[in-house]
């Protein structure tokens, strides 16, 4: 690994001023569990000269109450949140996500805001300089996007144009799904944004200068169903082959609201608005699980190597509806 300088950050303001000194030259490192990797393995062309360390900063672990929902700092680490009581019994399908992220050692070091802000896994966009030399691509900026043509198993069925990566975080799968905010502040102020518009097909959505302050997800009224589910390869490590995360609220028997949320099958969390659709009004049985799990892939167009994803989504948002 190149060497670079390592300074702590003792406020947000600190982070901001640490970012706007350093310029392009600086990145901000929570746990650190996805960017040392990043850096190890040299993907990208400009490497920075200086990390600024965010978990110098305090009151950012928080889980909290507040009016109307709960607040999650960044730095709340992934283990605490999938371990929390509050978030477990009011937020089940963020806990169910939390779990089921990479390993216990890896859910001790990340944090909410990493995970959200990891970069993506796709094997040609990750590919190490140190084997013959990293491959440029269009989410490089340069160059085609080589899941096209090449080996794309791991890659989008649904809403990629030019880029095929996936989303890599299970949390914003299940916050999406949960309606949840992220609050971003940098030097114009604050911002807030829904989860899942903060994932672009080429990136995130945020700016130079900014970072992730804290998650806000709105009380779940009475009577709503949650669930997180993930397939993988590999247990009990791996990235998601496809996941789901449904929250569904009830009245009368009837279902009165759906949000269902698709992970690992697009650049960004996938509403799946016709499944939602489906399952409205009507009482949850196996019959209309059934007709969600085939309207959730509506417009999915796969690639040569992708297309099992169907089936597997299929079974998971049925699973995820009668769960
Ligand atoms: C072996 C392995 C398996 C994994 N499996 C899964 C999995 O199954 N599911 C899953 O979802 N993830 C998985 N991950 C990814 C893992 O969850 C992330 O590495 C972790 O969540 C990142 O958190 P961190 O705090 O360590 O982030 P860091 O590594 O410190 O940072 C990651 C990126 O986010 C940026 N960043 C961090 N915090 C902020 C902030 N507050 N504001 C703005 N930018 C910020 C950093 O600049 C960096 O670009 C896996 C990782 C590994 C190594």
Redesign the pocket.
């Known amino acids: 690994m190149k060497p670079f300088e390592h300074v702590h950050a003792g406020s947000i303001e600190e982070a901001l001023s640490l970012l706007r000194q350093y310029g392009g030259k600086g990145?901000?490192?929570?746990?650190?569990?996805?960017?040392?990797?990043?850096l190890k393995d040299q993907i990208l062309q400009d490497y920075p000269e200086v990390l600024i360390n965010?978990k110098t900063i305090p009151n950012?672990e928080t889980i909290e109450e507040s009016s109307g929902g709960l607040r999650i700092g960044?730095?709340a680490?992934?283990a605490h949140i999938a371990s929390s009581p509050l978030v477990q019994s009011r937020y089940a399908a963020l806990s169910q996500?939390a779990e089921?992220?990479?390993?216990p050692e890896?859910?001790n070091?990340?944090?909410?805001?990493?995970?959200?802000?990891?970069?993506v896994?796709c094997w040609y966009y990750r590919y190490p300089h140190h084997m013959g030399g990293r491959m440029l691509c269009l989410r490089k900026g340069t160059g085609p996007c080589h899941a096209v043509k090449g080996d794309n198993r791991y890659h989008a069925i649904l809403g990629a144009k030019k880029c095929f990566v996936v989303c890599?975080?299970?949390?914003?799968i299940a916050l999406s799904a949960l309606r949840a905010e992220i609050d971003?502040v940098g030097e114009k102020g604050k911002r807030t944004l829904p989860v899942e518009e903060f994932f672009k097909p080429l990136g995130n959505a945020?700016e130079k200068g900014?970072?992730?302050?804290e998650i806000r997800i709105p009380d779940s009224p009475a009577g709503c169903r949650q669930a997180f589910l993930?397939f993988?390869e590999r247990r009990p490590?791996?990235?998601?082959v496809a996941s789901v995360a449904a929250v569904i609220r009830m009245q009368d028997a009837r279902c009165v609201e759906a949000r269902v949320f698709l992970g690992g099958v697009a650049p960004m969390p996938w509403r799946a608005a016709a499944a939602e659709e489906c399952l409205l009004g009507k009482s949850i049985d196996p019959s209309a699980a059934e007709e969600a799990a085939r309207a959730s892939v509506a417009g999915a167009k796969p690639l040569r190597g992708n297309a099992y994803k169907i089936e597997i989504v299929k079974a998971l948002v049925k699973r995820a509806v009668l769960s």
Not at 100 to 103: I, L, M, N, R, Y
Not at 110 to 118: A, P, R, S
Not at 168 to 172: H, M
Not at 237 to 240: K, T, V
Request: proline share 2%; charged share 20%; aromatic share 2%.
């Open positions: 990145l901000l490192m929570a746990g650190g569990t996805d960017l040392l990797g990043v965010l950012l960044a730095l680490k992934l996500a089921s992220v990479a390993s890896i859910r070091m990340g944090t909410l805001g990493g995970n959200l802000c990891q970069d896994r890599p975080s299970d949390t914003a971003v945020l900014e970072l992730v302050k993930k993988t490590i791996d990235f998601a």
